[in-house]
């Protein structure tokens, strides 16, 4: 997978991990203020004003990530479309030498069906001409067949 699909897997298996460690450094400083502070007034304003930070930067760490997030799906999304731009293009002047070749193909079968047209034409008037002599040669024959007969 590029680099895009690499960066959202990054996302979703490193967020939580992340978000682990808020809490255990949460649980750390609250074990540090009970600890260090017998009031229970001051301990409760001391472990909300640590949520308060530490809801702060999650939220922030996870506008970061999310940021990321969609900015490894938008590089992905511009590498399919130039992936897909590049073959479009590729079948495109496939397209256009097939076009090329075929055109290329009807002129040549053009000619040949003109050369052909030419040489039927040619041996027409060769039959006509062989007919015509044959019947020629035929009128002879009997012309001479009579005449000798008529000496006889």
Known sequence: MDKGGEDSLLYWHTAPVVFI??????NHLQRIVFEQT???DEQRALISAIGKILNLEQHLVLEVY????LKARENQYKEIKEEVKRKISLVSEEVLYLSEET???VKQLLENGQFVK???ATRAKQSL?????????QKR??????KIQNLG
Not at 21 to 26: H, T
Not at 66 to 69: L, N, R, S, V
Not at 129 to 137: D, I, L, P, V
Not at 141 to 146: H, S
Request: charged share 35%; net charge negative; proline share 0%.
């Open 21 to 26: 460690r808020f809490s255990k450094v949460q």
């Open 38 to 40: 017998k009031n229970e």
């Open 66 to 69: 999310e940021a990321e997030y």
């Open 103 to 105: 055109d290329a193909s």
């Open 118 to 120: 030419m040489q039927i």
């Open 129 to 137: 001409r062989s007919k015509t002599m044959a019947e020629e040669g």
């Open 141 to 146: 024959m009997q012309f001479l067949t009579e």
